[in-house]
């Protein structure tokens, strides 16, 4: 059973940090993008990076670009999201999803696998 675990959510300041993981278990997914999405109250799911399967091809949303760092380790089939510069319009529930590919990487339905999601929340 594919299984995605985020952790690392919790309470930031205006312009401080967080690390996200996401840690798979089940199967390894080597060869296909990850991505994270992230949902506030009231919005629809929005894109906020993916990674590609060799890390060599990663993608961000313009909100989070120069800010965020998405990598992943495949020994530890584990993907990171490191978060700085935090604002208060970050505050969302942050998912990771898995078996995504290049030419859809931002959309939600292009990913088989998701977590159950973490908070950050970025006080002002």
């Known amino acids: 059973q594919v299984q995605l675990v985020e952790s690392g959510g919790g309470l930031a300041q205006a312009g401080g940090s967080l690390r996200l993981s996401c840690a798979a278990s089940g199967r390894t997914f080597r060869y296909s993008f990850m991505g994270w999405f992230r949902q506030a109250p009231g919005k629809e799911r929005e894109f906020v990076a993916a990674?590609?399967?060799?890390?060599?091809?990663?993608r961000y949303a313009d909100s989070v670009k120069g800010r965020f760092t998405i990598s992943r380790d495949h020994a530890k089939n584990t993907m990171y999201l490191q978060m700085n510069g935090l604002k208060p319009e970050d505050t969302a529930v942050y998912y990771c999803?898995?078996?995504?590919?290049?030419?859809?990487?931002?959309?939600?339905?292009?990913?088989?696998?998701w977590g159950q999601g973490t908070q950050v929340t970025v006080s002002s």
């Open positions: 999803a898995a078996d995504g590919n290049l030419m859809t990487y931002s959309d939600l339905g292009s990913y088989e696998y």
């Open positions: 990674i590609s399967g060799t890390a060599l091809n990663t």
